[in-house]
């Protein structure tokens, strides 16, 4: 081989071993460089259920109250901070945030599923089964038990958070018993289209078919008192027929007093 072939050889080599170090530092560079924020994805883990809270929504609260997060580096993006902000919705009940290698700062979020509304003459509010309350929502309406007249709770249609008081929390906690009996029973799941409260904290239950209003008093010994009543739809209605009465009172022991 001569002398200039080998040269040549030599130069070549050189240069390729120069590209391959140039190319293996560009990337090292490449790979130390932090990734940027490339956009928001929000899932909404139960949109089946309620519709609260959308994507929308979420992308407008951080905007709002963020700030800048596209185009940052993901490691500078405050994860706590934006779940701070999307938790602090009245229908949110818990919100993930994480990132992701796509550049994306991802938002999981669970709402909260109310199970009775409270009506009061200056605005309505919801109960979720835990006994949290939180107000109404523009953008939709749950489809719960209704519950309207006397509330003997001092919370507004802006309230946010458990009950403090403890006559209060009682009686919340037994009215929820009752709603809670009725989604769950067969006999009684959708039977009872409203509930009124009376001075005192009575509860008057309003069948969806019949004239009859059941007079069921304080919300305790529950289970009885639907067994009086399914009595008197068993025995007495079939006896008397739809038009006889117009109150049933199932408050009294061992008593269903018709008038």
Same mark, same amino acid.
């Given at each position: ?7 040549? *050889? ?14 293996? +530092?560009?990337? @090292? ?39 800048? +997060? ?7 993006? &405050?994860?706590?901070?934006? =779940? #701070?902000?999307?938790? @602090? #919705? ?12 796509? $550049? ?16 009061? =003459?200056?605005? $309505?509010?919801?109960? &979720? ?21 006397? *509330? ?6 802006? +309230?946010?958070?458990?009950?403090? &008081?403890?006559? /209060?929390?009682?009686?919340? @906690?037994?009215?929820? &018993?009752?709603?809670?009996?009725? /989604? ?10 409203? *509930?009124?409260?009376?001075? @005192? ?28 009543? /399914?009595? +008197? ?5 079939? /006896?008397?027929?739809? =038009? ?6 199932? =408050?009294?022991?061992?008593? *269903?007093?018709?008038?």
């Amino acid at each position: 081989m001569s002398k200039t072939v080998r040269y040549m *050889i030599n130069i070549s080599s050189a240069v390729l071993l120069a590209a391959c170090l140039v190319a293996s +530092y560009l990337f @090292g560079v490449s790979c130390r460089a932090p990734i940027k924020c490339t956009g928001l994805s929000v899932v909404i883990a139960d949109s089946s259920t309620n519709s609260f809270v959308s994507a929308a929504d979420v992308k407008k609260y951080l905007d709002r109250e963020y700030g800048d +997060y596209v185009g940052q580096p993901l490691d500078s993006i &405050d994860l706590a901070e934006v =779940e #701070r902000i999307v938790d @602090g #919705r009245s229908a949110v009940h818990k919100s993930q945030a994480y990132t992701t290698r796509d $550049g994306k700062l991802n938002v999981t979020v669970t709402q909260r599923t109310p199970v009775v509304r409270f009506q009061k =003459e200056d605005g $309505g509010f919801y109960a &979720d089964a835990e006994g949290f309350l939180f107000p109404l929502q523009s953008s939709y309406s749950s489809r719960v038990q209704i519950i309207d007249g006397q *509330i003997p709770l001092k919370a507004n249609s802006g +309230y946010k958070g458990e009950i403090t &008081d403890a006559k /209060e929390k009682e009686w919340l @906690g037994k009215v929820l &018993d009752v709603v809670n009996y009725m /989604e769950n029973s067969k006999v009684w799941k959708d039977k009872i289209v409203q *509930i009124t409260v009376s001075d @005192g904290g009575e509860l008057t239950l309003v069948p969806r078919v019949g004239k009859e209003r059941f007079l069921f008093g304080q919300p305790d010994d529950i289970a009885g008192k639907f067994r009086k009543m /399914e009595m +008197y739809y068993t025995h007495i209605l079939p /006896e008397k027929g739809s =038009e006889a009465y117009t109150s049933v009172s199932v =408050e009294y022991d061992g008593q *269903i007093v018709c008038r």
